[in-house]
C-alpha cells in the first residue's frame, strides 16, 4: 500500500478512548463510507454517446468488484456476506437505475454522475414513502450500489475490508456493529474510529472478538490517508501514525508485556472467585454468539449471564426464525450446562439495528421504539424468539431477561405473553420449563426508583450499568463528545446501585450486574460491597476479576463503600478509591496500565 499520508508528521500521538485492550502496530486502511460529492454540470448532445459509454463503464466495474469481491468470500465460507453482494448484483441489472441515468443523461444533456445523482434521490423519496420494509430495505441496497458506480466514475478507489491483502488497522468516522461483524478478521488487526464511546456497541462487540479497538478520537480520518503505519494502544486508548522507530521499539515492548501479562492471568481462570475471607461470588460471561460460549467456559465463566440475542439478527440478512434460534441456543445450552444461560429477549434499537426490523426513522433512538418497546409492538417477533427460548429452556437451566424495562406494566405484559407461550407450546407437546426464571435488566432511571415493586415482581436483576449511567446521568454513551462525563462513580450512580442491591436482598432475589463496569477490577469490589451476588462480563475480564478478589478482603470493599457514599463528587470518589487501594493492596503488581 502505498500513499501520501495526510499527516506527514513523525510520531503523530492522538489521544482516544480505550475501547478493547491490546496493541498493534499495522499499516492504516481507511474506509470512508461518507457519501460521493456529485456535481451535475451540462453536456453537448455531441457528447451524450461518449458520457453513457463512461456510465456503462463505470457499471461494468462494479459489476466486476463486487464479482471479485463475492469470490473472495465464498473462501471464507460467510454465506450472509455472499448474499448481500448477490442482491448488490441484481440491482446492478435494474432497468429502472441504468435506463433511467442513460435517458436522463439524453434527455436532460448532463453528465452521467449528475444523472445518476437525480436518479437515486427519486428512489429515496419513492422508499422512503412506502410501508413495506423489506422495500425500503431495498432501497438502501440500491444507494450502496449507485455510490459505488459514482465511485467508479469518479475514479476514486472502492473499499471493503473484504479486499484487504495484509494485515490492517481500520480507521473509519464511524462502524456499526453490523459493519464490525463482517470485518474479516485475519485481515482486521485493530480498529479505531471518529466517533463513539467505551460502552458503544461496537466496542463492546470489540472486546468480545478479542480485536484492539481506539474509539472517538475525533478527526482522526481527516489525518490519515491510508498506508501510513499506525500503532494502535487498545490499552490506553491512544494511536500514533507514522511512529519512528524508538517509538515502534517502545510499543514493540509494551506489546510484549502485555502478552505476558494476558498469559499470566490464564492461571487465575480455573480458581474461584472468591475473596481473601472466603466471600464467594457468581462470575459469569456476556456473550453475543453461540462460539462465544467455549471460551467462556474456558475462560471460568460460571454461566451466561447475558446472551445479547440482537448480535444473531445483526450478523444476518433476514431475522433468525424460531427454529435457527432454537438452534442457536441449543449449542450454548449444551457447552455451559450444568451452569444457567441468560438470554435476553431483543434489545434492538439505539445503536444496534438491522435491516429487515425496522424501526422507522428514529429521532432519538436511544430513547425511542427499542428494545422491550419494539417486542411489545411487534409481538410476532417476540413471540417467535420466545417460542425458541422456551423449546431451549428444556435442555438445560434457562432464565429469561427482559431489556430496558421502565414500567411494571410493562413486566406484567411480558409474563402474559410467555404465559401464553407456554400454553401454546404445551398444547402441542412441546417440552419447556413453564417455571422459567423471568428478570429485568435494571437500566431505567425508572426501573432503580422502582426497584422495591420490581423485586416483587421478577425473579432476578440484571443491572444494565451501561444504559443506566447514560439514562441517569443524560449522556449519550456512544457520544466522544461527553464520554468524559460517562462515570460509574457518579455518586448518584453509587446509590442508584446500592438501591438496587438492597431492594434485591430485602426481596430475596439474586442481584446481577451484566454492564461494562463489572469487568473492571475496582468497580467489581465496589459492587461486592454493595451486595451483589453475580457479575457477568465479557470473558476476557474474568480472570482479572478473580485474580484481584483473592487478594481482597471484603471488609476493605465495605469501609470504603461506607466512605465513598458519603462523598459528592466523583472525582473526590475516583481520588478516595485510588488512595484506599493503595493501601489495601500494596503488594499489588497488578498491570494497572492494561486493566
Ligand atoms: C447495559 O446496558 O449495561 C447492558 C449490559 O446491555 P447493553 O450494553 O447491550 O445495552
Ligand atoms: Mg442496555
Known amino acids: ?17 480505550a475501547a478493547s485492550a491490546g496493541i498493534v502496530i499495522a499499516e492504516v486502511y481507511l474506509l470512508d463510507r461518507r457519501r460521493v460529492d456529485v456535481e ?35 473462501k471464507d465460507d460467510s454465506e450472509e456476506h455472499s448474499l448481500i453482494i448477490d442482491t448488490q448484483l441484481m440491482i446492478l441489472d435494474d432497468q429502472m437505475l441504468l435506463d433511467g441515468t442513460t435517458n436522463l443523461v439524453r434527455s436532460a444533456c448532463i453528465n452521467a454522475s449528475g444523472a445518476l445523482r437525480r436518479v437515486l434521490q427519486g428512489f429515496r423519496r419513492n422508499f422512503e414513502a412506502v410501508d413495506d420494509e423489506y422495500l425500503r430495505e431495498r432501497g438502501s441496497d440500491i444507494e450502496m450500489v449507485g455510490e459505488r458506480i459514482l465511485r467508479n466514475l469518479r475514479g476514486s478507489v472502492q473499499q471493503s475490508t473484504a479486499d484487504l491483502r495484509s494485515q490492517a488497522v481500520v480507521v473509519a468516522h464511524d462502524l456499526s456493529p453490523a459493519d464490525t461483524l463482517q470485518m474479516d478478521r485475519s485481515k482486521v488487526v485493530a480498529f479505531v474510529t471518529d466517533l463513539g464511546g467505551r460502552t458503544s456497541h461496537t466496542a463492546i462487540l470489540a472486546r468480545s472478538l478479542g480485536i484492539p479497538a481506539v474509539v472517538g478520537l475525533e478527526n482522526i480520518t481527516a489525518l490519515v490517508a491510508g498506508g501510513e503505519r499506525i500503532i494502535v494502544d487498545g490499552c490506553s486508548g491512544s494511536v500514533v501514525v507514522n511512529p519512528c522507530a524508538h517509538t515502534i521499539k517502545h510499543y514493540e515492548e509494551k506489546r510484549q508485556r502485555y502478552l505476558r501479562y494476558r498469559q499470566q492471568l490464564q492461571s487465575y481462570c480455573q480458581l474461584p472467585a472468591q475473596t481473601l475471607d472466603g466471600r464467594k461470588i457468581t462470575i459469569k460471561a456476556n456473550i453475543e454468539f453461540p ?14 449471564g447475558l446472551l445479547r440475542t440482537e448480535f444473531m439478527y445483526m450478523a444476518r440478512q433476514t431475522p433468525p426464525d424460531e427454529e435457527i434460534q432454537f438452534q442457536e441456543f441449543k449449542r450454548i445450552i449444551e457447552q455451559v450446562t450444568p451452569h444457567p444461560v441468560t438470554i435476553r429477549t431483543l434489545d434492538m434499537g439505539g445503536d444496534k439495528f438491522v435491516s429487515d426490523i425496522c424501526l422507522g426513522d428514529e429521532p432519538n433512538p436511544a430513547m425511542g421504539l427499542r428494545s422491550i418497546r419494539l417486542s411489545l409492538r411487534e409481538q410476532q417477533l417476540f413471540r417467535t424468539q420466545l417460542r425458541a427460548i422456551l423449546r431451549a429452556s428444556a ?4 432464565r429469561i431477561l427482559l431489556p430496558m424495562i421502565s414500567g411494571v406494566a410493562e413486566v406484567r405484559s411480558c409474563r402474559a405473553i410467555i404465559s401464553q407461550v407456554i400454553e401454546e407450546l404445551r398444547g402441542e407437546g412441546v417440552a419447556c420449563d413453564s417455571e422459567i426464571a423471568i428478570g429485568i435488566m435494571v437500566e431505567t432511571p425508572s426501573a432503580v426508583l422502582l426497584c422495591d415493586v420490581f423485586a416483587r415482581e421478577v425473579d432476578f436483576f440484571s443491572v444494565g450499568s451501561n444504559d443506566l449511567i447514560q439514562y441517569c446521568l443524560a449522556i449519550d454513551r456512544g457520544n466522544e463528545h461527553v464520554a468524559y462525563l460517562y462515570e460509574p462513580l457518579h455518586p448518584a450512580i453509587l446509590r442508584a446501585l446500592t438501591m438496587v442491591a438492597e431492594a434485591a436482598q430485602r426481596e430475596g432475589i439474586p442481584a446481577c450486574i451484566c454492564g461494562e463496569m463489572a469487568a473492571e477490577p475496582i468497580y467489581a469490589m465496589l459492587l461486592l460491597a454493595m451486595g451483589y451476588s453475580e457479575l457477568s462480563m465479557n470473558s476476557g475480564g474474568i480472570s482479572q476479576v478473580k485474580k484481584l478478589l483473592g487478594q481482597w478482603h471484603s471488609e476493605n470493599g465495605r469501609e470504603l463503600l461506607t466512605k465513598i457514599l458519603a462523598l459528592t463528587t466523583a472525582d473526590e470518589v475516583k481520588e478516595c478509591v485510588e488512595r484506599q487501594m493503595k493501601i489495601y493492596l500494596p503488594d499489588v503488581e497488578v498491570g494497572w496500565e492494561f486493566v
Request: hydrophobic share 45%; net charge negative; glycine share 6%.
Open 1 to 17: 500500500m502505498t500513499s501520501l499520508a495526510r499527516t506527514e508528521k513523525i510520531n503523530f500521538r492522538i489521544d482516544g478512548i
Open 291 to 304: 462460539e462465544e460460549a467455549e471460551l467462556a467456559i474456558n475462560n471460568g465463566a460460571e454461566g451466561i
Open 40 to 74: 451535475e454540470w451540462s453536456i453537448s448532445p455531441a457528447a451524450i454517446d461518449d458520457e453513457i459509454a463512461k456510465f456503462n463503464d463505470a457499471v461494468a466495474l462494479a459489476r466486476e468488484q463486487l464479482r471479485q469481491v463475492r469470490n473472495s468470500i465464498e
Open 395 to 398: 435442555l438445560g437451566e434457562v
